[in-house]
């Protein structure tokens, strides 16, 4: 691992390489840590001895999202900071050895992203879950997690879709602003 990388901690046992997020208080997402966190990840994926990764934020805080210190000096809606949190997220999710967040404590907003991030393909693919219909034309985190928008583009747009697809139902996992997630079963109507 890059000893520039600060804001996450990794240790190997037995093959499992845990990458602790070490950002105090609350391990929030901001620049430092999306760069570590990727850093890290690039680094334990190319580890010959590594056979599976371990997220977490410690005891006390998994992640609490965004960092709202960043989102105000970008103005809520610019494109963040590189790298962003989908490029992390996407980086995860392609990873060809398996990773797995252990949430404790307070995971919240992109922290939910992120953690959600390190199973979405597995379950899809254990489940049997189409491509097709899985994760259509990405959600909220594809447009750069804009403040207020993550939860309402992917509900509007699973609504819409939903109905031109004419499914039944549809789930959406969002961030709803200042920190908070949630996830959401909607019936089509």
């Not at 046992?13 to 901001?30: F, I, K, M, Q, T």
């Not at 404790?104 to 379950?123: I, K, N, P, R």
Request: net charge negative; glycine share 14%; aromatic share 4%.
């Amino acid at each position: 691992m890059d000893a520039s990388v600060t804001n996450v901690r990794m240790s190997v046992h037995e093959g499992v390489a845990c990458l602790r997020l070490d950002h105090p208080p609350v391990n929030s997402l901001d620049r430092e840590t999306r760069r570590d966190l990727l850093s890290s990840v690039e680094g334990a994926v190319a580890g010959p001895t590594v056979i599976g990764l371990v997220i977490w934020g410690g005891p006390e805080a998994s992640s609490a999202g965004a960092d709202i210190k960043e989102l105000a000096a970008d103005g809520y809606g610019g494109m963040p900071f590189a790298p962003t949190l989908a490029s992390v997220v996407d980086f995860v999710e392609a990873s060809p050895k398996p990773v797995v967040a252990a949430i404790a404590g307070v995971c919240m907003g992109g922290g939910l992203d992120e953690a959600f991030a390190v199973q979405t393909v597995l379950c899809r693919d254990r489940l049997g879950i189409d491509p097709e219909i899985f994760n259509v034309e990405d959600g909220g985190i594809s447009i750069g997690h804009p403040y207020g928008m993550s939860g309402a583009r992917p509900v509007g747009h699973a609504l819409l879709e939903g109905r031109r697809r004419r499914v039944k139902y549809a789930v959406v996992s969002m961030c709803v602003g200042g920190g908070m997630g949630a996830a959401g079963l909607f019936e089509i109507l």
